[in-house]
């Protein structure tokens, strides 16, 4: 049974950093990409960053760029997020997700994710 927990949200200040972690169990963790989605307050689930099975490779969304950083853990079956610089508007339920392959075209597609964790809330105040 693949499960990824993510934890590390919180409350923070605008301007300020969090770090998130993802572990994954049940799968051969350097076997897939893995991802970062976001869903703010009413609004829809959006793509926030992706990295490839070894981390040579990683895309980030535009408003994240220069902010956000991801990483992975082969050894430990962990992925990371370092957010820095933090706004309101990155306010949100942060979830880790699993693809076993991607491409250059789908990568921010969260139709092309095959496991989800069960959300983060980040909470960023003004």
């Known amino acids: 049974q693949v499960q990824l927990v993510e934890s590390g949200g919180g409350l923070v200040q605008a301007g300020g950093s969090l770090r998130l972690s993802c572990a994954a169990s049940?799968?051969?963790?350097?076997?897939?990409?893995m991802g970062w989605f976001r869903q703010p307050p009413g609004k829809e689930r959006e793509f926030v960053t992706t990295?490839?099975?070894?981390?040579?490779?990683?895309y980030y969304a535009d408003s994240v760029k220069g902010r956000f950083t991801i990483s992975r853990d082969n050894a430990k079956n962990m992925v990371y997020l370092q957010m820095n610089s933090l706004k309101p508007e990155d306010a949100a339920v942060y979830y880790c997700?699993?693809?076993?392959?991607?491409?250059?075209?789908?990568?921010?597609?969260?139709?092309?994710?095959?496991?989800w964790g069960q959300g983060t809330q980040v909470t960023v105040s003004s």
């Open positions: 990295i490839s099975w070894r981390g040579g490779r990683t």
């Open positions: 049940g799968l051969t963790f350097s076997d897939y990409c």
């Open positions: 997700a699993a693809a076993r392959f991607l491409s250059n075209k789908d990568y921010y597609l969260s139709g092309s994710f095959n496991y």
